[in-house]
C-alpha cells in the first residue's frame, strides 16, 4: 500500500464552512507496530488545518476516533517509525469519509482498508496495483502514475454510479481525471464527496499557472539572482558563481522522493566534485530539523535555506514539485530544469560536464 502514498498524496480536499464534525472511527491491527501510533488528519481548511493526535496500542491493535466534517486525509505510524532515519516513509494514509468507519490491517508498509463498503472497494481496486508497484521506486512515478490512471478509470467508466469511483480520482492523472468527470453521475459528482472534485479543479489550474509562470524561468533563460545564507552564516549570491556551471537543487526533509534521491546527489557530487557548483535549498523546512538532516546525512556541497529572506527563492524560479533541479551555464542560462527525482538529470549532467 505504501507504493500509492505518493498518488493519494496529491489528492487535496476543502471544507465547507456550514458542515459540521462527524465522530469517525478507526480501529484494526497491524503487525510489527510500536506501543504508540501519532495520527494525523488534514482537510486543507484555512481555519482547522492539520489536527495531530495520539493513542496507544494493545499488541498491535488499536482504536482512536478523529471528528470530521469533510472528507480528509488521514496518516498515521508509530513512534519508532515517525523518528526513523527511513528515507521513505512507512505509514498509513488513505482518504477518510465522515461517518464511515475504518478497519485497517496488516502492517504499515502493507495495509488495507475496510470496515465500510467504500473503503472495500477501494481497496479492491488498488489491491492489483499494489502488487504490480512493489519494488519500483519514485524514479518510476510517471510510468507507474499512467497504470494506476488507465486502472482506475477503467474502474470509473464500469461503475458510474460508485462513490468510491471520487475517492481513485483524487490521485490519477489531470486528462484521465478529467474524462471520469464525464462519466461519473450527477448524484456521486455532486454529493458527499463533491469537495474532492472541486478541490483537484482548482488544484490544476494552480498548476496550468504554475507551468505558465515556470517557462518564464525555463530552459534558454537568464537564471534569477538571488542571496541566501548558507547552513554556516555566510551569504551566497548566485550572480557571484558565474563562470563555473551550477545546479540549484530545490528540496525539503519532508519530501521522501528528495530524501531517496540523496545517495545518488552524492555520488554525483563526488563525480564531479570541482566541476560544478551544487546549491541544495532547503524549502518549507524548521531550521534546526533541515541542520540535523544536512549533518546526519553527510551533505557536503553548499546547503542554503529558502524562507529568510523578502522574497522566497522557490516563487523566483516557480517552484511547484520537488525536488526541483535548474543547471545553469557559466553564463548564467538556464540550460536544463528537472522535477522529481529522474534519473535523466544525472545523465545530462554526465554529458554537461563531459563524463
Not at 55 to 62: A, C, D, E, H, L
Not at 172 to 197: H, W, Y
Not at 231 to 251: C, E, H, N
Request: hydrophobic share 40%; glycine share 8%.
Amino acid at each position: 500500500m505504501k507504493r500509492l502514498l505518493f498518488l493519494l498524496l496529491t489528492v487535496l480536499v476543502t471544507v465547507v464552512a456550514w458542515a459540521q464534525a462527524v465522530p469517525t472511527h478507526v480501529s484494526g491491527h497491524l503487525d510489527g507496530v510500536g506501543d504508540t501510533i501519532i495520527f494525523e488528519h488534514n482537510d486543507n481548511s484555512m481555519e482547522q488545518g492539520i489536527t495531530v493526535d495520539s493513542t496507544v496500542t494493545k499488541n498491535g491493535s488499536f482504536e482512536f476516533t478523529v471528528n470530521i466534517e469533510h472528507p480528509a486525509m488521514l496518516l498515521f505510524t508509530d513512534v519508532e517509525h515517525s523518528k526513523s532515519d527511513n528515507l521513505v516513509f512507512q505509514g498509513v494514509c488513505f482518504i477518510i469519509v465522515p461517518g464511515e468507519d475504518a478497519v485497517v490491517t496488516g502492517t504499515l508498509i502493507d495495509f488495507k482498508v475496510g470496515g465500510s463498503k467504500i473503503y472495500e472497494r477501494v481497496t479492491e481496486v488498488q489491491a492489483p496495483m499494489v502488487q504490480l508497484f512493489k519494488g519500483y521506486g519514485p524514479e518510476k512515478f510517471d510510468s507507474l502514475r499512467q497504470i494506476y490512471s488507465d486502472h482506475c478509470l477503467d474502474y470509473i467508466k464500469a461503475h458510474p454510479d460508485d462513490e468510491a469511483g471520487v475517492l481513485l480520482a483524487g490521485g490519477i492523472t489531470d486528462d484521465a481525471f478529467n474524462e471520469a468527470l464525464t462519466v461519473l453521475t450527477p448524484t456521486v459528482r455532486e454529493g458527499r464527496l463533491a469537495s474532492i472534485i472541486e478541490n483537484r479543479k482548482k488544484q490544476m489550474e494552480m498548476s496550468a499557472a504554475a507551468e505558465k509562470a515556470a517557462a518564464k524561468v525555463g530552459e534558454g533563460t537568464m537564471a534569477p539572482d538571488f542571496t541566501l545564507t548558507t547552513i554556516d552564516g555566510k551569504p551566497l549570491q548566485l550572480s557571484k558563481l558565474r563562470g563555473k556551471y551550477v545546479v540549484l537543487d530545490f528540496w525539503g526533509t519532508w519530501c521522501a522522493p528528495c530524501m531517496s534521491g540523496m545517495p545518488a546527489m552524492k555520488a554525483c557530487y563526488e563525480k564531479h566534485k570541482g566541476q560544478f557548483e551544487m546549491v541544495s535549498i532547503d524549502c518549507y523546512d524548521d531550521e534546526q530539523k533541515w541542520k540535523d538532516t544536512v549533518a546526519k546525512l553527510g551533505l557536503a556541497w553548499t546547503q542554503v535555506r529558502d524562507g529568510n529572506e523578502t522574497e522566497l527563492v522557490t516563487s523566483l524560479y516557480a517552484v511547484s514539485g520537488f525536488p526541483t533541479k535548474i543547471v545553469i551555464d557559466p553564463n548564467g542560462q538556464i540550460i536544463s530544469r528537472t522535477t522529481g527525482e529522474d534519473p535523466e538529470f544525472y545523465k545530462l549532467l554526465d554529458e554537461v560536464l563531459g563524463k
